[in-house]
């Protein structure tokens, strides 16, 4: 990690507002709709490239690809195998907490399946081995030769790919393994862990 000696340097969460096309694209693509994937890959070096630009323009120190190479940070279901998606009872007290809900229990009443309280939901079940899927590994190619590609464009002080943590998805995911758990955060399979790891520069 690049250490900051002389000055504080600038970064942030790494994931950023998607372009229109791009929003568009993984849109369709949930709605099982066709979709011209080669004119997606085209505009998506584009827009990684001007996001990069962006950053560095404003005095990001420490920039990302805007992550716009995944539809959000629940993502990984996409590229990994072992989950399925299965209708579940939504989790309580729930992602924001039981204070909030029970203030607001209106509006999470009346907010959509996602929150309606006491309503069932669709969940990411896990069910077998957490493993890369070639389309998975193709994906992950694709952005970080976008990435390098952008980077190739500016000087700046150091570079990330935000990834999504496992504690982070744990809390909409559960698991049907009995394996024994050695993490205390997720759900998830112990293997898990192995699928996501964060690095400091793009290898």
């Given at each position: 990690?690049?250490?900051?000696?002389d000055?504080?340097?600038?970064?942030?969460?790494?994931?950023?507002?998607?372009?229109?096309k791009?929003?568009?694209?993984?849109?369709?693509?949930?709605?099982?709709?066709?979709?011209d994937?080669?004119?997606?890959?085209?505009?998506?070096?584009?827009?990684v490239?001007?996001?990069?630009?962006?950053?560095?323009?404003?005095?990001?120190?420490?920039?990302?690809?805007?992550?716009?190479?995944?539809?959000?940070?629940?993502?990984?279901?996409?590229?990994?195998?072992?989950?399925?998606?299965?209708?579940?009872?939504?989790?309580?007290?729930?992602f924001?907490?039981?204070?909030?809900?029970?203030r607001?229990?209106?509006?999470?009443?009346?907010?959509?399946?996602?929150?309606?309280?006491?309503?069932?939901?669709p969940?990411?079940?896990?069910?077998?081995?957490?493993?890369?899927?070639?389309?998975?590994?193709?994906?992950?190619?694709?952005?970080?030769?976008?990435?390098?590609a952008?980077?190739?464009?500016?000087?700046?002080e150091?570079?990330?790919?935000?990834?999504?943590?496992?504690c982070?998805?744990?809390?909409?995911t559960?698991?049907?393994?009995?394996?024994?758990k050695?993490s205390?955060?997720?759900?998830?399979?112990t293997?898990?862990?192995k699928?996501?790891?964060?690095?400091s520069?793009?290898?």
């Amino acid at each position: 990690m690049k250490r900051s000696t002389d000055r504080f340097l600038t970064t942030h969460v790494g994931s950023m507002v998607r372009p229109r096309k791009i929003t568009h694209y993984f849109q369709a693509l949930a709605a099982h709709e066709a979709v011209d994937t080669p004119a997606f890959e085209a505009e998506l070096r584009i827009a990684v490239t001007d996001v990069v630009k962006k950053q560095a323009a404003a005095g990001v120190d420490v920039v990302s690809d805007g992550e716009f190479g995944k539809p959000s940070w629940l993502y990984l279901p996409q590229r990994v195998s072992g989950f399925e998606t299965r209708l579940s009872e939504r989790r309580s007290p729930g992602f924001l907490g039981a204070e909030r809900e029970e203030r607001f229990a209106e509006y999470y009443d009346e907010s959509g399946p996602l929150d309606r309280r006491g309503q069932p939901f669709p969940r990411a079940v896990c069910v077998g081995p957490v493993l890369h899927t070639a389309e998975g590994r193709a994906q992950m190619r694709r952005d970080i030769a976008n990435f390098k590609a952008a980077l190739e464009t500016v000087t700046v002080e150091e570079a990330f790919l935000p990834v999504v943590a496992p504690c982070s998805k744990g809390w909409i995911t559960k698991t049907s393994i009995t394996e024994p758990k050695k993490s205390s955060c997720s759900p998830w399979p112990t293997r898990c862990t192995k699928t996501t790891r964060r690095s400091s520069t793009p290898a």
